[in-house]
Nanobody, 121 residues
Framework: QVQLLESGGGLVRAGGSLGLSCAASKRFFSIDLMGWYRQPPGKQRELVAS???????NCADFVKDRFTISKDDGANTIHLQMNSLKPEDTAVYYC???????????????WGQGTQVTVST
């Protein structure tokens, strides 16, 4: 069973920065999509940013020019650098992988347990 382990959440003041990381507990055979989602209090989970296997990135409009997603293929890790944080960025952030853990397995989706990011005024 693969686990995704997030780190880097915490409390920061508005205008500050935080970096999140996500690592898999075992290597994947292949990953075609990796990303970060978030769930603000009382709201639904939403996509923050994603990156495909060929490095194509996609960021939600509400974080463009503030957040940057990157990946380390060799380590099967992804990172989210969050700058100019706002109170409305307060949420639980989840990492997401879509891939195969072995060539004989089917493509599955994997989620981290979530890490809290709180931005104070």
């Amino acid at each position: 069973q693969v686990q995704l382990l997030e780190s880097g959440g915490g409390l920061v003041r508005a205008g500050g920065s935080l970096g999140l990381s996500c690592a898999a507990s075992k290597r994947f055979f292949s990953i075609d999509l990796m990303g970060w989602y978030r769930q603000p209090p009382g709201k639904q989970r939403e996509l923050v940013a994603s990156v495909t296997s060929d490095g194509t990135t996609n960021c939600a409009d509400f974080v463009k020019d503030r957040f940057t997603i990157s990946k380390d293929d060799g380590a099967n890790t992804i990172h989210l650098q969050m700058n100019s944080l706002k109170p409305e960025d307060t949420a639980v952030y989840y990492c997401y992988y879509r891939g195969m853990t072995a060539y004989w397995n089917s493509v599955n989706e994997y989620w981290g347990q979530g890490t809290q990011v709180t931005v104070s005024t």
